[in-house]
């Protein structure tokens, strides 16, 4: 029982290069989602997927898109990517009593 | 507009004493309050949390306090131990989103 992993741990791109966070979890949670955390701002929510085949936006969606591609997969694309989205990225999921299960984080810097 | 706030950024505790880790809300929505401790490096992990129909959970070491009236929220470790120094995040919810304060770091000194 893995939990909730995350691919890459680390990624450096350029501005305006393109790519993909994977997420899965092995805990058959029905909801999903993707924090960013930044220095001084805490964690904040870009998209969530509630149920298989849903995704809502979140509190900052700007320059992403997510896919919920089954039940245990929830991943997240930076189409053209920006230095304001170099941060440390979090997937997590949640159980029916809401407590979150988060992944080990992406850490991303765009040059 | 932050909703969650954690005011102090850190705090220090000689180990064996009481460690309180404060957060205020504003969105009287809110009905699920949580804290996750975070490890460098590492994703958060869930610590406790409080329904909002409770003033007080319990759960060894770790007790969380909420003022609905004051919408604060209160993170009481004792005794703190070396181990417990991470940052400490709380969390609170409505419906399927969830908002996170800036975190405190928390230092428990030997």
């Known amino acids: 029982n893995a939990g909730v992993t995350q691919t890459p741990k680390f990624q450096v791109l350029k501005t305006g290069q393109s790519m993909t966070l994977q997420c899965a979890q092995d805990m058959n949670h029905n909801s999903m989602y993707w924090y960013r955390q930044d220095p001084g701002m805490g964690l904040r929510l870009i998209y969530y997927s509630a149920s298989e085949g849903t995704t809502d936006k979140g509190e900052v969606p700007n320059g992403y898109n997510v896919s919920r591609l089954n039940k245990r997969e929830f991943s997240l694309r930076l189409e053209s990517a920006a230095p304001s989205q170099t941060s440390v990225y979090f997937c997590?999921?949640?159980?029916?009593?809401?407590?979150?299960?988060f992944g080990p984080g992406t850490r991303l810097t765009v040059l | 507009d932050q909703q969650v706030k954690q005011n102090s950024p850190s705090l220090s505790v000689q180990e064996g004493r009481i460690s309180i880790l404060n957060c205020d809300y504003t969105n009287s929505m809110f009905d699920y309050f949580l804290w996750y401790k975070k490890y460098p490096a590492e994703g958060p992990t869930f610590l406790i949390s409080i329904s909002s129909i409770k003033d007080k959970n319990e759960d060894g070491r770790f007790t969380v306090f909420l003022n609905k009236s004051a919408k604060h929220l209160s993170l009481h470790i004792v005794p703190s131990q070396p181990g417990d120094s991470a940052v400490y995040f709380c969390a609170a919810s409505t419906g399927n989103q969830f908002y996170f304060g800036t975190g405190t770091s928390l230092t428990v000194i030997p």
């Open positions: 997590a999921s949640n159980d029916l009593t809401d407590t979150q299960y």
